[in-house]
Nanobody, 124 residues
Framework: QVQLVESGGGSVQAGGSLRLTCVAS????????MGWFRQAPGKEREGVAA????????YYSDSVEGRFTISQDDDKNELYLQMDSLKPEDTAMYYC??????????????????WGQGTQVTVS
């Protein structure tokens, strides 16, 4: 059974940085993708960054391109999101997600079938 557990959220001032970590267990799909998503109160969940599991190809939403960096450590089964130059509009619950489908790199919520419980990021 696939389990995803996020950590690293917190409160930070605008311009600051945070690093999110997702520990994955039971996930062995090498031809798919993992990603980070976020959801602010009253808004739909949106994709932030994705990375292919068989390579290091990455994809970012326009709103975070150049500020956030997604990476993975296959040996540790961990996924990371380095968030720099944070803005108040980045405030949201952040979720780690993984897909078991042989899909191309995507930020489509419907593609991902495994989700973590989320970690809160607040930027003031």
């Amino acid at each position: 059974q696939v389990q995803l557990v996020e950590s690293g959220g917190g409160s930070v001032q605008a311009g600051g940085s945070l690093r999110l970590t997702c520990v994955a267990s039971g996930y062995t799909y090498s031809s798919s993708c993992m990603g980070w998503f976020r959801q602010a109160p009253g808004k739909e969940r949106e994709g932030v960054a994705a990375i292919s599991t068989g390579a290091d190809t990455t994809y970012y939403s326009d709103s975070v391109e150049g500020r956030f960096t997604i990476s993975q450590d296959d040996d540790k089964n961990e996924l990371y999101l380095q968030m720099d130059s944070l803005k108040p509009e980045d405030t949201a619950m952040y979720y780690c997600a993984a897909s078991s489908r042989p899909t191309g790199l995507t930020l489509s919520v419907s593609t991902y079938n495994y989700w973590g419980q989320g970690t809160q990021v607040t930027v003031s």
